[in-house]
């Protein structure tokens, strides 16, 4: 197995208030949280983490939640001179912060691009009044415009627009609007996704009233899609689109089944080391997580992938680009063969959802786009 780029993920639990669809590592706490205390446990995870990095370089950061952008330009400073500290850290690396456009006022985007930060991605999920409510939603559409402009007028050039559809009541025409007012805002990279109802969420345990149907999700997903692409914005993954080859580096290793090292409560790491791929989990609860960092330095127990995980993971990930996967990477990545890769895609091409294109890539299909789960689902195996 070759190691790839290795990336690192940096969780910041809290939010002003959680939304009833979110089913992230996120708790309410607003100015209440104990940010100094937190800021100093990842100082001390990310000393830890760097170990496992070793001489590797970094080439992507990304600070997600919760809500980071709860915390000061001051605050996300001493975090990224940790990880410039701590890491060998690329000269163009990506550094993306996720900010929601009624809390970008804790601290001035200037402030974040002065830190260290230079890919923003700001969580609008409609620019209709009437739905931001319904999705429990604290900021309004006039938030979102006055948000993205500070943001550009900061400097802010790699801008990602978060979009959700499918949403309660939501007609075609409200998705093309909300659609047509984030092209307006020009970012470089637009995330559109469907509203999905997570387990462990208000809205799973109480669904909202008039969720489009199937065929009206499709149509909106489809004429979306037109939409985008007539505006200069290409789809490399199922519900990311760029424009000026503006990909979010960050994700594209998570679904080229990349390594990433895992930071804050609740972070996920996963590593190719020599025995093997390997995954492991930080403490999800904030206190926790805190008191184990304030504690004597420990080695959190890593967990190897076996054969069958390996498959299903990495198709789980790579399936969802648009252009699939290449077989030099699979092998690279899994450690399996380019014959066990055959054996195992046998029955997704016999059904027309998987086809292998000259030189060695591999394609979801029209149909496999179409139907994503039920590919991804024919790589669930107990061995191989």
């Not at 959680?18 to 992230?24: E, H, I, L, N, V």
């Not at 410039?84 to 000269?91: G, Q």
Request: hydrophobic fraction near 40%.
């Amino acid at each position: 197995m070759t190691p790839s780029a290795l990336s690192l993920y940096i969780h910041l639990p809290w939010c002003v208030r959680k939304c009833p669809y979110c089913d992230f590592n996120s708790h309410s706490a607003g100015d209440s949280a104990p940010k100094a205390r937190y800021i100093d446990a990842l100082l001390k995870d990310l000393a830890n983490e760097s170990v496992r990095a070793g001489e590797r370089e970094v080439r992507s950061v990304f600070l997600g939640g919760g809500t980071p952008s709860l915390f000061s330009p001051t605050e996300i400073d001493l975090l990224l001179k940790g990880v410039r500290a701590h890491f060998s850290l690329a000269e163009n690396a990506e550094i993306t912060m996720e900010a929601n456009p009624g809390t970008v006022e804790c601290g001035s985007p200037a402030g974040y691009n002065k830190a260290g930060v230079n890919r923003l991605s700001i969580g609008a999920q409609s620019f209709d009044d009437a739905l931001l409510a319904k999705l429990g939603r604290i900021h309004t559409s006039a938030d979102i415009f006055r948000a993205v402009q500070e943001a550009q007028d900061a400097g802010f050039d790699n801008l990602n627009i978060d979009l959700m559809h499918g949403l309660p009541g939501q007609t075609v025409d409200m998705a093309l609007a909300d659609l047509d007012a984030a092209i307006d805002l020009e970012p470089l990279h637009i995330s559109w996704y469907q509203l999905t109802l997570e387990p462990n969420t208000v809205f799973y345990s109480r669904p909202p009233a008039n969720l489009p149907n199937d065929d009206l999700a499709c149509e909106i997903q489809e004429r979306g899609q037109s939409l985008l692409a007539a505006a200069g914005f290409e789809q490399y993954e199922v519900s990311a689109y760029a424009r000026d080859e503006k990909r979010c580096q960050h994700n594209l290793n998570y679904w080229l089944f990349g390594d990433y090292l895992a930071v804050g409560a609740g972070a996920h790491g996963k590593l190719t080391t020599p025995t093997g791929v390997c995954r492991y989990q930080k403490p999800a609860n904030p206190l926790q997580y805190m008191m184990a960092q304030e504690g004597p330095a420990t080695s959190r127990e890593m967990t190897q992938l076996s054969a069958a995980d390996l498959m299903f993971e990495f198709m789980l990930n790579a399936l969802r680009l648009q252009a699939g996967f290449w077989e030099a990477d699979f092998v690279a990545r899994t450690g399996l063969s380019v014959r066990e890769l055959e054996q195992a895609t046998a029955r997704a091409r016999e059904k027309g959802l998987l086809e292998r294109n000259s030189g060695g890539s591999w394609r979801p299909t029209d149909l496999g786009r179409r139907f994503l789960n039920d590919l991804q689902s024919e790589f669930i195996v107990e061995d191989l």
